[in-house]
């Protein structure tokens, strides 16, 4: 059981060229979420999903896609890079997204250091 | 106003000692509310729940004040390896697509 997995785990990117970052989990998890973490702000929320084929946007989503095209993968494409989207980015899942029973407890992938020159 | 807003720190504390977290959160809508321990240059991992009644797991005590939009953590007898930022969490609505994290307080344990 690999919980979370995120590549790449590091990625340096020239202005205006594109990526994808991969999120896989294999918890059957419903609810899936992309989060970039940058000092001093906390983690802020870019895109999410509550299940196959299913997206909506968090906080902070321009410049970043997703899709969800089957239950265990969740990637996050950056379209063209900016040096503002140089961050950390995370990769979380839960069971599901809603419920005081412990099912949105969140599971976090290693996280992915981007960095854009 | 931030929506979670925590104790800037850092704390620097000996071994031993009591260290006590404040957090701040200004939706009184707000249902579900978690403190998440981050290492230096790692993810995020839960700690624990935080729950009306307030609750206790070994050595932390989570306190929530729903009157005042407060929660806090207390952690007794620090170890070195309790060294880390502790995030306070809060999900508005019971829905986890809307977790919102405070910017975390480090804690450094010294011997």
């Known amino acids: 059981n690999a919980g979370v997995t995120q590549t790449p785990k590091f990625q340096v990117l020239k202005t205006g060229q594109s990526m994808t970052l991969q999120c896989a989990q294999d918890?059957?998890?419903?609810?899936m979420s992309w989060y970039r973490q940058d000092p001093g702000m906390g983690l802020r929320l870019i895109h999410y999903?509550?299940?196959?084929?299913?997206?909506d946007q968090g906080e902070v989503p321009n410049g970043y896609n997703v899709s969800r095209s089957t239950t265990e993968d969740f990637p996050l494409r950056l379209l063209s890079a900016a040096p503002s989207q140089t961050s950390v980015y995370f990769c979380a899942s839960s069971l599901s997204g809603q419920g005081l029973s412990g099912a949105n407890v969140l599971t976090f992938g290693a996280g992915s250091r981007l960095t854009v020159l | 106003r931030k929506e979670v807003e925590q104790d800037p720190g850092p704390f620097n504390v000996p071994e031993g000692a009591t260290v006590a977290f404040n957090c701040t959160y200004s939706n009184s809508a707000s249902q579900s509310f978690f403190w998440y321990r981050q290492d230096c240059r790692k993810e995020p991992k839960l700690l624990m729940s935080?729950?009306?009644s307030g609750n206790e797991d070994g050595r932390f005590t989570a306190q929530l004040n729903r009157a005042s939009q407060y929660i806090s953590l207390l952690i007794r007898d620090s170890k070195l390896s309790d060294s880390a930022t502790y995030l306070c969490?809060?999900?508005?609505?019971?829905?986890?697509?809307?977790?919102?994290f405070g910017p975390g307080t480090r804690l450094s344990v010294l011997p």
């Open positions: 935080v729950y009306s």
């Open positions: 969490v809060v999900n508005p609505f019971n829905y986890g697509q809307n977790f919102v």
């Open positions: 999903s509550v299940g196959a084929g299913i997206t």
């Open positions: 918890m059957n998890h419903e609810y």
